[in-house]
């Protein structure tokens, strides 16, 4: 298995391991893939390694900071 890490890659296979990893790159999918491109747009450019990304989303699903404020299925008036 070839190494994923900034060092190790280029930002087009940085770009393709996002892509076959999310699916659709193109965002065309159910519309959660432009969000999940964003997420890791700083690993595409060399800025942050995965686990770094990785594990600052599962903090904050842990967490709920930065999370919505749900109150009630939004039906009910």
């Known amino acids: ?3 994923i890490l900034i060092a190790d890659t280029t930002r087009a296979e940085r770009e393709q391991i996002v892509a076959e990893s999310v699916g659709s790159i ?4 159910d519309g959660c893939s ?3 491109l964003r997420m890791y747009e700083d690993y595409i450019e060399g800025r942050k390694e995965l686990r ?3 594990a600052e989303f ?5 967490s709920g900071a930065a999370g919505p404020d749900k109150r009630g299925c939004g039906y009910t008036e």
Request: include cysteine.
């Open 58 to 62: 599962r903090a904050r699903y842990l």
């Open 26 to 29: 193109d965002g065309l999918c």
């Open 52 to 54: 770094e990304i990785n």
């Open 1 to 3: 298995m070839k190494s």
């Open 34 to 36: 432009p969000g999940l």
